[in-house]
């Protein structure tokens, strides 16, 4: 088939430059209309009016996503204006509504704290006891039945020496006849003991602690200490040398008719 003539190149010119002067107008008139689209309506009192039945504009602030009023995503403001809750919505202290709550707390915080007061009370307590050996040795028995007259024996309590001795007749008039009122450490041998043959004494002299010898010294059924020179009688009172006390007597307690004896 025969081929169409080309269009000469004038015919060509107007052409494209038809084509380019519609896009030009065309693009003229979208951009004249976008700003009347993007723009919001104008917010007008009348319109508000309408809606809320009142001329009194509300408080307003923008939303978290920046709507202003006028737009479809514009907000109230519930703390302000007209529609404001009292507030903020929140209750006044010492509302009763609120009184259950409080309550509940302070009990709960009351009843913690007296269970860690209790639990420290009773650590402490704990602590503070005697422990199982201890205890063992807060007390001992001995029987005392076969020493004989004029006889001492020497048992160790709480890691001291006691002496009991059994006294005779003799030493018994010994420290009878003695003025004790006249003594250096006061005191009569009945407060001593509590039967008249056995006296129990600590075996410590009360000088520098020294432990006395039995049976020895100036005076009948009595103790000598050899580092000081102290002497102390049947009874266990200071009778001469530097100690300036009698010898302690322990608490005891006799046991079985008087043929033991319990010791602290």
């Known amino acids: ?18 084509r380019f002067v519609a896009r030009t107008t065309g693009f003229a008139a979208l951009n004249r209309a976008l700003p009347a689209i ?8 009348q319109q508000f009016a309408q ?4 001329a009194e504009p509300p408080v307003t602030i923008k939303t978290p996503s920046g709507a202003m009023p006028g737009t479809a995503d514009y907000a109230h403001d519930p703390y302000n204006g007209r529609d404001a809750v009292k507030d903020g919505g929140r209750l006044p202290p010492g509302d009763p509504s609120r009184r259950a709550f409080t309550y509940f707390l302070l009990g709960g915080a009351k009843f913690v704290y007296a269970s860690i ?7 402490l307590v704990n602590f503070m006891n005697a422990s199982a ?35 005779n007749e ?13 003594l250096r450490d006061p005191q009569s041998d009945r ?28 005076f009948k059924g009595g103790w000598f ?38 010791i602290g």
């Open 170 to 182: 003799e030493e018994l008039a010994d420290v009878m006849n003695v003025d004790w009122q006249s």
């Open 225 to 262: 200490c050899p580092c000081h020179g102290s002497h102390y009688d049947a009874s266990g009172r200071i009778r001469k040398g530097p100690a300036p006390l009698n010898l302690e007597v322990p608490p005891y307690d006799f046991m079985e008719g008087g043929d033991k004896i319990k």
């Open 133 to 167: 050996d201890v205890l063992a040795l807060a007390s001992i028995e001995v029987p005392i039945g076969g020493i004989p007259d004029g006889g001492c024996i020497v048992v160790k309590w709480r890691g001291k020496p006691v002496f009991i001795k059994k006294r």
């Open 51 to 54: 809606m809320s039945g009142s």
């Open 191 to 218: 407060a001593r003991r509590q039967q008249e043959q056995t006296l129990v004494v600590l075996g410590v002299c009360t000088h520098l602690g020294c432990v006395p010898i039995s049976n020895a010294g100036d």
């Open 1 to 18: 088939a025969p081929s169409s003539p080309r269009p000469p190149r004038a015919m060509l010119a107007s052409r494209l430059a038809a």
């Open 38 to 45: 993007a723009a919001p309506p104008a917010f007008r009192m």
């Open 117 to 123: 007061a209790r639990l420290a009370v009773l650590k």
